[in-house]
Nanobody, 123 residues
Framework: QVQLVESGGGLVQAGGNLRLSCAAS????????MGWFRQAPGKEREFVAA????????YYADSVKGRFNISRDNAKNTVDLQMNSLKPEDTAVYYC????????????????WGQGTQVTVSS
């Protein structure tokens, strides 16, 4: 079992930055690939970014590529999402997720989820 707790969400103006953090506890964090997903009101949850267990392989959704950066610290059991140049369309609840072994963009492959943190970008 892996427990995930997100933090760092909030309200920011368009063009601003936010840094989300996800703290993991339970099983050995370094055994897991980590992902960030988001769900906007009335929309399906979608992939945002993912990172492999060692932090050397990262994937990004096209909509955030060049603006968001995912990183992890296996010593601290954390994975962060630095979000720059935020847009109103980035408004969503952001979820941290974990899966064993190979990093993936596919939501259904993730086994553990956090409760989510709200990000609101005003225009």
């Amino acid at each position: 079992q892996v427990q995930l707790v997100e933090s760092g969400g909030g309200l920011v103006q368009a063009g601003g930055n936010l840094r989300l953090s996800c703290a993991a506890s339970g099983r050995t964090f370094s055994n897991y690939a980590m992902g960030w997903f988001r769900q906007a009101p009335g929309k399906e949850r979608e992939f945002v970014a993912a990172i492999n267990w060692k932090g050397r392989i990262t994937y990004y959704a096209d909509s955030v590529k060049g603006r968001f950066n995912i990183s992890r610290d296996n010593a601290k059991n954390t994975v962060d999402l630095q979000m720059n140049s935020l847009k109103p369309e980035d408004t969503a609840v952001y979820y941290c997720a974990a899966k064993r072994m190979i990093v993936s963009r596919i939501m259904g492959e993730y086994d553990y989820w956090g409760q989510g943190t709200q990000v609101t970008v005003s225009s």
